[in-house]
Nanobody, 126 residues
C-alpha cells in the first residue's frame, strides 16, 4: 500500500519560510518522479514543483521559481519543499505526488501523477 505523508505546514508571516516534507512508503521511491502541488480555497489544484527520479532535475511554476526549492533524499524516501519569501498568495493546502512514468519533461499535470498525499495546510498571514 502506497502512502505519501506530508508534514511541516503551518502559519507563517509574509516573508517567512517553511520546509515541507513528504515521506513515502510502499513504493520504490527512487523510481518515481515526485511533485508538489497546491490548492487554495475555490481554486483548482496547481503545480508547484517537480523533481526527477535520480539525477535531480527540477522544474518550478513561474510563481514560485527563485523562492521555493524542491529536493529529495532517496535514502530516506523523502521529498522536501523549502519555501522562502512566502507571500499571502502562497496560502493553500500543499500536496505531494508521485509519478511512475518517466518523461522527457517533468509533468505539471495533476492527472499524470499516480499517488497523492493527504495534504498539509500552509497559511501565510499578511
Amino acid at each position: 500500500q502506497v502512502q505519501l505523508v506530508e508534514s511541516g505546514g503551518g502559519l507563517v508571516q509574509t516573508g517567512g519560510s517553511l520546509r515541507l516534507s513528504c515521506a513515502a512508503s510502499g513504493l520504490t521511491f527512487s523510481s518515481y518522479t515526485m511533485g508538489w502541488f497546491r490548492q487554495a480555497p475555490g481554486k483548482e489544484r496547481e503545480f508547484v514543483a517537480a523533481i526527477s527520479r535520480s539525477f535531480g532535475s527540477t522544474y518550478y511554476a513561474d510563481s514560485v521559481r527563485g523562492r521555493f526549492t524542491i529536493s529529495r533524499d532517496n535514502a530516506k524516501n523523502t521529498v522536501y519543499l523549502q519555501m522562502n519569501s512566502l507571500k499571502y498568495e502562497d496560502t493553500a493546502v500543499y500536496y505531494c505526488a508521485a509519478e511512475r512514468l518517466t518523461r522527457v519533461l517533468l509533468s505539471t499535470k495533476p492527472n499524470d501523477y499516480d499517488y497523492w498525499g493527504q495534504g498539509t495546510q500552509v497559511t501565510v498571514s499578511s
